[in-house]
C-alpha cells in the first residue's frame, strides 16, 4: 500500500501544489500565485480537497513555506509567517486553515528545511546527519539536518544574511539588503547581481569577472558554515546556481580559502562530492513539502 | 550511590585531571604540563591509578582536549589529536592509553564541546538543545549542544576561523592567523590583541577603544552564528571574555548589527541572559570532561 501525501511550496510569488508518493509518483500538481492569503489558501485547499475526492485520503500534509514562520509546536503561532515584508502576509497562520479543513497532520517548515528534508529522502543528502541546502536566487536562504534533525534552535537559520568581507576597490558595489547592506544576500543574490551589473547576469559569458567574484563571496559564506557547523555535504540550489560553471569556481575557492586547515578528505580530495547541486533538480522544494507530510505523518502514526 | 568519574581538560599548556562526581563533588585535581605525549600521558595515567588505588574505580573517564581531533567512532585514528601544530602531538593517540590502562569507558571529544556540556548538565546551559559555549583567549573556539547532541559533522567545527569584514582604515592590524590573517581568532584572539597593541591588553582601561573594537569582531561572528544555526544562547569564556565590561558592549552590538531581522524576544528583548559568562566560570574545562565521563558511562551501560 502506497501513502498518499500532500505537498506545498509555499513561495512568495507562487504556491505549488502536488499529491504523490515520492519523486516518481507524482499524480497531480498545480501552480497558484501568491496574492492574499484568504485567495491563494483558498485555492490551494480547494486543490486538495478536489484530490481526496478523486484519489482517495491523503495521510498528510507538508508545507515547505517561505518565512520568516513559526516552528515551534508549543506557540499559538505555530504554522504562521511572520515578520515578512510581503503585503498581507505578515502573521499568515498558513498551516492552520489546511488542519482544521483537512483534519490530516500537516508538517510545517521553512522552504529551505523542506528542499533539504526532500534531498535527504530522495536526492544528494540520503544517509547524512548533518548537511545544508542552500538556495542562491532572488533571495538566499538555507536549512538542513544538523545531528539528524532539521535546523531549528531559537527561530530558524537566516544564512543568506552573514556578514562577508567585501573589499571595496574590488567592488564598490554596496550591496542591496535592506537590513544589512553587504551581507551575503545583499552581495550575491540574483537581484544583487543584477543591481550591480545593470543588467540580468544569466546572459553573461562564463568568463565575464562577475563569476568569479559571485563565487568568492559563496565560497566566503560556505568556509564561514564549515567552521561553524562542520556540514558534510553542501547541496547548492536556485535561479543563481543553475549557471553550472559557478560550481568549479565556487570548489577552488573554497579550498583557497580555508587553505588546508580543514583536514578532511571530504574537502581536500573529494570537493566535487561535497559541493552539489540538488539531486532533485529544480524540484527539491514541492518534493520536500511531500518530505514534510510523509515525516509528519510518521511523528503522528508512532506509538 | 555516587557514580565516582575521572576527566581531564586536555589543554596545549596543561592537563588538569580530575576525579569526582560533579561541581560540589571534586575530589583530587592536579595539573601536569603539557610536554612529550607520553610524558604527559605517563604522569595523568599514574594520578588516575592512584586515585582508584585510593577512591575506589571510577565508572569512566573523559577527555575534552585541544585540537584538531578525530571523533568518529569508526575511524581508527578516533580518540587522535590529529593535525596540530603543536610539537610531538599531531597524530598522537590521547584517549587509547587511558582505554586500554584503566579498561573503562573513555569519551572523547574537543575542549570546547566539553566546557558545552559541562554547561549543559551543571551551568548556563541547562534545558537547551542547541546552544554555542565559545571560548575568547590564546585562541578562539566553539562548541556546542545541535539539536540536543555534540556539534560533529564532518569533523568538528573550527568557529575561530570565519572570516569577518574588517575595515582597514579603522584598524589597519592585518591579523595573526598563520592560515587565513585576519579571521576572528587572527583578529580577535588575545595574541592578536597584543600584537595590534603592542602590550597585553588586560591592563587597558575600559573605555579603552580597543574594547569597542574587540566587542565589534565578536558580534560580528556573534551575528554569524545566529544566522547560521539559530543558537537559544552563547555561553562566552576563556581569558578575554574575563574582561566582564566586554559583554555589555558585545550585547548592544550583536543587536545593531542584526538591525531587528531576527524577531525573537530572546535577543530583542532579553540579549542579558542570550550572551551570557560561563555558569561554571573558569571550571567549565575540567567539569566538562567529567560531563563527556558521565555521557560515556550512561551509553556504555544503556540497555
Redesign the interface.
Known sequence: MTTLLGGIEAGGTKFVCAVGTGPDDIRAQVRIPTTTPEETIGQALAFFQAQMREQGPLAALGIASFG?VELHPESPMFGFI??TPKPGWRNADVAGPFRRALKIPVGFDTDVNGAALGEHHWGAAQGLD?FIYMTIGTGIG?GGL????L????????????????DPQKDPFPGGCP??G?CFEGLASGPALEKRLGQRAESLPVDHPVWALEAHYIA?AL??????????RFILGGGVMAQQHLFPLVRAEVRN?L??????P??LEHIDTYIVPPGLQDRSGVLGALALARASFASSSAP
Do not use: K
Open positions: 520568516p511572520t515578520s548533518t538555507g544538523l545531528n539528524g534533525r535546523m531549528h534552535g531559537l527561530i530558524h537559520p537566516e544564512m543568506g544574511h552573514i556578514r562577508l568581507p567585501r537590513f544589512h553587504d566566503l568556509t564561514s558554515y564549515i567552521c561553524t557547523l562542520s556540514p558534510q580559502l587553505n588546508g586547515y580543514i583536514q578532511s571530504a574537502i
